[in-house]
């Protein structure tokens, strides 16, 4: 499962991945009382097919793929992936229009700017199951579209479970953790050093410094301006066999200096802090406390 704002009332709702050929849920939350409006919303099939009992959704990821503002869903599948953009009332699958329908069996999706360019990236892993490996993808963003570039000592490992992006090695990039059915295996991002250093890491804590706030919304715009640079959920539960570290990782198509403003919706209300003419270095954890 993972929670977000999704209709941007001020609480937070909750998407949940079934398998076996069970549609998903979506619940609204309308200050505490929920309701499944999967179907309503165009999300309670995931792009695969419906009532097949060997198709299923695995993971449901959240993120702004399209920079657009706005929340979309992408879907791990026991079948076809689902790529579904939002426009504000309702989501729409774009898999095939974006070139990630490549049917599988999938336990996870990951999200990441790799080269910072500003756009996200997208992993897919392929599972085990039946005695057959399914293959992985890595799509990097190329326009509207995203572009298999997975190399081949990546391909290679072992279908894999869990899929998270982390700066482990702390030098501003998000590398790959994958774990399941052999070695834990990590792959170093290895950018340039003047591309490197345009990201940034924000960890969202309440106000006695715990990292309790997931849900809260993060937009990066250009200092003293609204141009949108990156866009980012605060994650925690949603990995399959896998949890994100807690500081989110954001990748910037420039350096210089960025305003930072975290969103976090409560009980009817979306509260909002602005950090001003915040340093790009690629190195620092940037702290909000979003009360």
Request: hydrophobic share 40%.
């Amino acid at each position: 499962a993972v929670w977000a704002d999704l209709d941007a009332d001020g609480d937070l709702d909750v998407i949940v991945g079934n398998m076996d050929g069970d549609a998903n849920g979506v619940f609204r939350n309308d200050r505490g009382r929920f309701t499944d409006v999967a179907e309503e919303w165009g999300l309670a099939w995931g792009g695969r097919t419906p009532r097949d009992p060997a198709n299923g959704t695995v993971r449901p990821c959240v993120a702004d793929v399209n920079g657009d503002g706005r929340w979309d869903v992408i879907t791990a599948n026991y079948g076809t992936p689902g790529l579904f953009l939002s426009n504000g009332t309702a989501w729409r699958n774009e898999a095939a229009a974006w070139g990630v329908a490549a049917d599988g069996r999938y336990d996870s999706c990951a999200l990441a700017d790799l080269d910072h360019d500003g756009t996200l990236d997208l992993y897919l892993n392929g599972t085990v199951t039946q005695g057959r490996n399914w293959p992985d993808y890595l799509y990097r963003r190329q326009g509207s579209r995203f572009e298999n570039v997975i190399p081949s000592d990546l391909a290679a490992v072992t279908a894999d479970h869990g899929v998270q992006w982390h700066d482990l090695n702390g030098d501003g990039t998000a590398d790959l953790a994958l774990t399941g059915q052999g070695p834990h295996a990590l792959f170093a991002n290895r950018l340039p050093d003047s591309l490197a250093v345009r990201s940034l890491r924000v960890r969202v804590v309440d106000g006695r410094g715990r990292a309790t706030r997931a849900g809260a919304e993060l937009r990066v715009f250009a200092a003293g301006s609204t141009r949108l640079l990156a866009t980012a959920l605060v994650d925690a539960g949603s990995g399959y066999d896998a949890q994100s570290d807690a500081p989110v990782h954001l990748g910037l198509p420039q350096g210089g200096r960025v305003d930072v403003e975290v969103t976090w919706p409560a009980n009817g209300r979306r509260r909002v802090t602005l950090v001003r003419m915040v340093a790009v270095n690629g190195r620092e954890v940037l702290t909000v406390r979003a009360r």
